[in-house]
């Protein structure tokens, strides 16, 4: 007697079934249906998390990890606050910023945000300066009042390098025709592209000293910060607000975008849902296959009962069938689920190039290239959903593989 007897007749089964290529052929398309949904769930998370990590740095590139901002106006001894600031040893770097809204005026006139900063510090928060087109950042010197502008801003002005703009501060000056708003002629010296809309289109780089005389400020409106843990900022910014003593404002990365990346990380579970609900419909065409193994084994079933199986083990012979054939589908999908999420920014260039089109237009996407970013967590739920849907499969054809009656079965025989 081979042990244990369900393991042992199931394995068995699976081989002789071939015998009827009715059932085989139900049994291979349930296979290969399992193995498509499996590889589509990976493949599509992968993307998924490809765009996400891809926006995430876009928008991280620019935006600090957490802020403290002063509220009873600009920090005076910021450099002396910095330098207790990265005494921290989650902070990884600290850059003073002045923010303030202002009306650009070239060829056309666009609003835009003046970021007032270091040129020296500010690449220890922050990627700007990888991401300039035309410039660089020792570009912008106290008391040049040069700007630099994001790719889009600048089309939207009219202006190129070299060009003049008239930067103008919801600040008013007392002059003997009456208040007018305080503004600047400044020297576009440099372009950026960082790939996302919000900045590319509303934000102008001035030095830290420029941006405080234009707005008559007493010194930068706060410090960012950049961690060595992003996802536990508010925690380290609140603790570095208590030791500094004085009164300041935390904002985050999760605060100041929360709506993008909730929206963002909502679209996966969905996605993620769906598509588990597909792989289950691909796993439930098991119950077909077995109902028909059934049918076709009902002498077997009979012959086994009047031997003194157990129903219960009837249940676990057909159950060890369909989860040999369901654990095959999924070997099969996750093999080429990892494939097609390692290659799938080939296989995207391949696509381009044979059919002569773009997955993704530059003029429309800010992202114009397919990303992937493969999760081995993913690839172990997505395996372990699956085994269960074809474990849940499974449990209907069994049971009624169990309540075979032999007498009746055997009647005909």
Known sequence: MFYPLQLFIGLRYTRAKRRNHFISFISLVSMLGIAVGVAALIAVMSVMNGFQGDMQERILGMVAHASIESVDGGIVDWRDTVQKVEANPHVVGAAPYLDAQALLRGRRTSAAVVHGLVPEQEPRVSNIGDKLLKGSLADLKPG????????????????????????????????????????????????????????????????????????????????????????????????????????????????????????????????????????????????????????????????????????????????????????????????????????????????????????????????????????WSDVGWVAAIAWVFCLLATLYPAWRAARTQPAAALRYE
């Open 144 to 375: 040049s009042f040069n700007v630099i502008l994001g790719n889009e801003l600048a089309m939207q002005l009219g202006v190129r390098v070299g060009d003049k703009v008239t930067v103008m501060v919801p600040e008013f000056s007392v002059t003997p025709v009456g208040a007018v708003p305080r503004s600047k002629n400044c020297e576009v010296v440099g372009v950026f592209s960082v790939g996302f809309a919000e900045y590319d289109t509303g934000v102008a780089l001035m030095n830290m000293d420029d941006a405080i005389t234009l707005l008559r400020a007493d010194g930068p409106g706060g410090i960012r910060l950049k961690l060595d843990d992003m996802f536990d900022a508010y925690k380290i910014a609140v603790g570095l607000r208590d030791h500094l003593g004085q009164y300041f404002r935390i904002t985050t990365w999760e605060q100041s975008h929360q709506n993008f990346f909730s929206a963002v990380k909502m679209e996966k579970t969905v996605m993620f849902i769906i598509l588990s609900l597909i792989v289950g419909v691909a796993a439930f065409n098991l119950v077909s296959t077995l109902i028909m193994l059934v049918t076709d084994k009902q002498a077997d079933i009979a012959i086994l009962r009047t031997l003194g199986i157990s129903p219960n083990k009837v249940m676990g012979i057909f159950t060890v069938q369909g989860v040999i054939v369901g654990s095959f589908g999924i070997l099969l999908g996750l093999v080429g689920g990892v494939l097609l999420a390692w290659y799938i920014p080939d296989v995207a260039k391949w696509i381009e190039h044979t059919f002569h089109f773009e997955i993704l237009p530059a003029d429309i996407y800010y992202i114009n290239e397919v990303p992937s970013d493969l999760h």
